[in-house]
Each structure stands twice: as structure tokens, then as C-alpha cells.
């Protein structure tokens, strides 16, 4: 496994190097401005994966922002209500929303006036794709295929450089037979692999599970690790020994076949898979390894990214 760039100092002031160059501060942990070295870089990277879309697969990209009743219909509130970011508004009439808006100059909690609104922001770029694969019709065999991406949310503040509540996130999901799917996912697990030895980055490929809440989300996590629904791709960017999920290979089963009535021309419900880029955490990653000057870069990553 190859070391990170400039190794020769501390891991601490390696990860403040990546900090300083790549991102500035906007006043909360896990929320940061991106640089135009970094976006250079992220472009490319998107770049390169379209190069990899399934043939005929439909392409969407999603707003930052979803139906609350479509999130609670696709059970996420159910397994991660402690990720969820939900869209508030100021409530009431014009006078009312002034006053509570004037609230702010006069030092008081001005909170209390907002209203849930009809919106959560977006926890991963394939929930939005299931009403539309649903308004569809029934599935065939041979499944469809969606090509998404958006800017995504989770409610997980950390300095950690690896890990936003805001990060974007790109996805191929299959919607079709128990055997179509896994035979996606599968697949997947294979060219993930290649791409990530042509990008001449460390990695490893482990099972894992989603970060279920409460005291029933061990058990949730167990079931999904004993079943190896989900492995990722895990590239070492804080650290060789605790390497970070770049990539997901997911398995859901019939659970949003169910959850949307998304139905096969056989009979019965449809199974869904996905392939998530953590489209953040891989150019982190590519800045990790091959270093803040693009020239050093190895000129066959250079030539794959477009630079």
C-alpha cells in the first residue's frame, strides 16, 4: 500500500495541509467552501465515472431538497431520524413573521416562530429516483437503471476532513430481479476496484452495514453485515489503520419495491441496488495521495481526470 503524500510530517499537520489548500471555513463543523483546485479535481472525477454509466441508464440530477412525504413513505425516518435535516420556514401572518424576524435585534429566541415545511434535504441521491421508477409501470426482468447525483445531508457534525453534513454524492441504482440486482451490485464490486487502481489509490473492499438508530440498529446492522448487503471501498485518508468509505455497494432487497409498489412484469415486488460515489471523500482522497501540486500528479491520472 502506497504512503500518503507528504508523510514526512506529522498526520496532524498532513490533514491541516489538506484543510488549509482545499476548503475554507463557513462557522460549522462538517459545512465548508470548497476551493477551485478542489472543484478542478471533483469535476474530473465526475468525468470519469459518467465514462463508466450503464448503457440506457436514465440520468437525473436531483435538488438539494426532497418531499418530507416521500422520505417518510421510503422508511428513513424509521432507520436514521438522527441524520434527518428538516426545511423550517418562519410561520404566520406577514405581521407575525415580523415580529418574529425583529426578534433577533432585540436579543430574544426568535425559533419559536418556524413551521415544518413540506421539505427534508435530500439524505442520498437514490431516494428521490423511487417515485419516478414507481410512476414507471410495472419492471422488467432485466431491471432499469438510473444514472443520479445531488448534494446530500446528514445531520453528523465532525471536524474530521472525511466526513460533511453537506457532501455531494453521485449513484448508479438498478431497480429490477432478486438476480439482476445482485448481479449489478456484484459487478459493481469488480469495476469499483479497477477504477480505484487506474486512479493509483490504496484500497480495500470489507462488508459493512448503514449506521441504523437506537437500540434496535444493532440488531438491524448485524442482520445486514450477516447477510452482506452492503461492502464498501475503503481508502485510507485520516489514517492507514481506520481508511474511509469512498465508494458503497448496496443490496437493498424488496424494501423499496415494497415501500414505493414498484412491481416486476412476473409478479411480485421489484428489488433495488446501488453503487454510491462519495464524490467529496474520493477528491480528498486523490489530494491525499498524490499531493496539493496537480503537476506532480502521475500523468496517467492526469490524462483519465481531464487535467
Known amino acids: 500500500m502506497s504512503g500518503f503524500v507528504g508523510s514526512q510530517v506529522s498526520n496532524d499537520e498532513r490533514l491541516a495541509n489538506l484543510e488549509q ?12 467552501a470548497r476551493t477551485g483546485l478542489y472543484e478542478r479535481v471533483l469535476d474530473g472525477l465526475t468525468d470519469f465515472i459518467s465514462t463508466f454509466r450503464p448503457e440506457a441508464a436514465e440520468v437525473y440530477r ?12 421510503s ?13 423550517c420556514c418562519l410561520a404566520g401572518s406577514p405581521a407575525e413573521i415580523r415580529r418574529t424576524a425583529n426578534r433577533i435585534y432585540e436579543g430574544e429566541p426568535w425559533t419559536e416562530g418556524l413551521g415544518v415545511a413540506d421539505l427534508v ?17 410495472a419492471a422488467p426482468d432485466q431491471g432499469w437503471i438510473f444514472d443520479v447525483g445531488c448534494e446530500c445531508f446528514r445531520r453528523e457534525p465532525s471536524r474530521d476532513i472525511d466526513r460533511m453534513q453537506s457532501f455531494r454524492q453521485r449513484e448508479y441504482v438498478c431497480i429490477g430481479s432478486p438476480e439482476t440486482v445482485c ?22 473492499v470489507d462488508v459493512a452495514n448503514d449506521p441504523f438508530f437506537g437500540a434496535g ?25 481506520k481508511p474511509t468509505a469512498c465508494m458503497s455497494f ?12 414498484i412491481h416486476l412484469a412476473r409478479g411480485g415486488p421489484a428489488h433495488t441496488g446501488c453503487v454510491g460515489f462519495g464524490m467529496d471523500r474520493m477528491t480528498i482522497a486523490m489530494f491525499a495521495h498524490h499531493g496539493l501540486d496537480l503537476s506532480a500528479w502521475p500523468q496517467p491520472v492526469l490524462t483519465l481526470l481531464g487535467l
Open 21 to 32: 489548500v482545499l476548503f475554507r471555513p463557513m462557522g460549522a463543523d462538517g459545512v465548508r
Open 62 to 73: 436531483f435538488p438539494p431538497v426532497m418531499s418530507r412525504s416521500d422520505i417518510e413513505k
Open 75 to 87: 422508511g428513513y425516518l424509521q432507520s436514521f431520524p438522527n441524520l434527518v435535516g428538516f426545511m
Open 121 to 137: 434535504l435530500t439524505p442520498a441521491s437514490c431516494y428521490p429516483v423511487y417515485p419516478i421508477a414507481a410512476a414507471k409501470g
Open 183 to 204: 448481479r449489478f451490485r456484484d459487478d459493481w464490486i469488480v469495476k469499483a476496484q479497477s477504477m480505484a487502481e487506474q486512479l493509483q489509490l490504496p484500497y480495500s
Open 217 to 241: 440498529g444493532q440488531f438491524l446492522a448485524a442482520g445486514q453485515r450477516e447477510q452482506k448487503l452492503k461492502f464498501e471501498l475503503l481508502i485510507p485518508i485520516l489514517s492507514h489503520d
Open 250 to 261: 448496496n443490496y437493498h432487497k424488496s424494501h423499496f419495491g415494497e415501500a414505493w409498489d
